[in-house]
């Protein structure tokens, strides 16, 4: 071969060289330009996103009053420490922090959360309902997975939709003082015990020694009549009127709760009282009462709640607290993003573990339940020992029937009023309000 030919060769071969490099540069550029594959493509997108609306800044709110405290130990910490570039604020409702108030005022709000027979009607009575079917879908939370009759309770207030998540359940729980019975020489109440057996107790334990008032069952009365095993709804959905009248389940609900009155002497003692003062030798309450007050200083533990001989072996109802992503969030896909991380085995398992009762179904969650709560010893497991009731339909009504179904309890465990004249009124009450709130 000629030498001429021979440097030919060569200057092809360099320019060859040169423009594979060329082009293997100009894909490099493309690819970091996209993002560097399918997950990376999305977070740019977001960042773009966010830069239009400006930095991620989330703000939760509730009616129900928790503490700064107590919202971060539940929930705040954890969303901050998977999402630090996210500003997740909690407001407190309070004297001028009302939902009103902030409304009036134009406060953001991206998340609303308060229990199940609140939230939904709270945020529809200020627009601030929205569906997040879309977004359930696109980020892919499977919904079978957490616990049904919550699921089923947030369709049926949403109408079909889904305008809120529940993060976590309470439930209604029977609490005792043990040094009470001991004291006394009763035993203590067991697991699976019926109403009539858990009042013949209480009865033993009203009186006074050396002075000192000692009552027997101290009751919730609202807790009582919305989670009930029996799963009686205050309001029938489709004709939108009382039950009272028409369900005959509430005639033994009643009688339970009036018996309960007279072991306290007819006055409402309750939770509280049986924290405080010690002199009571048990309680119907919310299963987190013991996350919510001290009670290192009792000596106490819990059984499961009592059964009705109309429903044996049912457990309550639960209660979840529902949170829902508002219309006005400028973040509704991040605000999903921290909603459904709260929802990761990672974040439930903890929850469980603090006994606090988790939404998510997996049996390594549910064991878990108390092992790492500062009350050792409890009996914790009889609030997850049975199946949920399933809840009744809610309706937009219930918050305001809660306190007219519990009005005259007093009177008839004072002899003042009978069971058949109390429903009356009570029917009566209900038919004034729902018509009230129609006309609104």
């Known amino acids: 071969m000629k030498a001429l030919d021979r440097g030919k060769m060569r200057t092809t071969k360099k320019y060859m060289l040169w423009l594979a490099g060329g082009i293997m540069s100009l894909l490099l550029a493309a690819c970091g330009s996209s993002g560097g594959g399918k997950e990376n493509t999305g977070g740019d997108k977001s960042a773009e996103q966010n830069a239009d609306k400006g930095p991620v800044k989330l703000v939760f709110y509730s009616t129900a009053g928790w503490s700064q405290e107590a919202f971060n130990e539940r929930f705040g910490d954890a969303m901050r420490k998977k999402f630090p570039n996210y500003t997740i604020e909690y407001i407190q409702s309070g004297q001028g922090a009302g939902l009103a108030d902030l409304m009036a005022a134009g406060q953001q709000i991206d998340v609303f959360w308060q229990a199940v027979d609140v939230t939904i009607q709270q945020m529809q009575e200020y627009k601030l309902d929205y569906d997040m079917s879309d977004l359930i879908k696109k980020h892919g939370l499977d919904l079978s997975t957490l616990e049904p009759s919550s699921i089923d309770a947030v369709r049926s207030l949403s109408g079909g ?28 109440p067991k697991d699976n015990m019926t109403w009539d057996q858990v009042i013949e107790l209480a009865k033993r334990m009203y009186r006074t020694d050396g002075g000192q008032p000692y009552f027997g069952l101290g009751t919730s009365i609202t807790h009582n009549f919305s989670l009930n ?72 533990d819990m059984v499961t709640y009592p059964t009705y001989k109309e429903a044996p072996g049912k457990a309550p109802q639960p209660y979840p607290t529902l949170f829902g992503i508002t219309s006005t969030s400028k973040f509704k896909d991040e605000a999903f993003q921290v909603l ?30 108390g092992t790492k709560s500062k009350y050792q010893g409890k009996n914790f497991q009889s609030i997850l020992s049975r199946r949920f009731s399933p809840m009744p339909d809610k309706t937009k009504y219930d918050s305001k029937a809660q306190p007219i179904y519990n009005k005259y309890v007093p009177n008839i465990a004072k002899g003042e009023m009978d069971l058949n004249t109390a429903f009356r009124s009570i029917d009566e009450d209900m038919t004034k309000m729902i018509a009230e709130e129609k006309s609104k």
């Open 161 to 188: 939709k889904m305008y809120a998540l529940p993060l976590v359940i309470n439930t209604a729980a029977l609490y005792y003082n043990k040094d009470l019975f001991d004291k006394f020489g009763v035993p203590y």
């Open 229 to 300: 095993p029996q799963s009686v709804p205050y309001v029938d959905r489709k004709t939108e009127k009382a039950t009272i009248l028409t369900d005959p389940k509430w005639k033994s609900i009643f009688e339970i709760i009036v018996e309960a009155y007279k072991t306290t002497g007819g006055t409402a003692l309750g939770p509280t009282q049986f924290v405080q003062n010690k002199n009571i030798a048990m309680t119907e309450g919310l299963a987190n009462l013991f996350l919510n007050m001290d009670m290192t200083a009792m000596n106490w």
């Open 340 to 369: 459904q991380h709260m929802l990761s085995e990672q974040e439930q398992l903890s929850l469980s573990e603090r006994a606090v009762i988790p939404v998510l179904q997996k049996e390594s969650v549910q064991k878990a339940f």
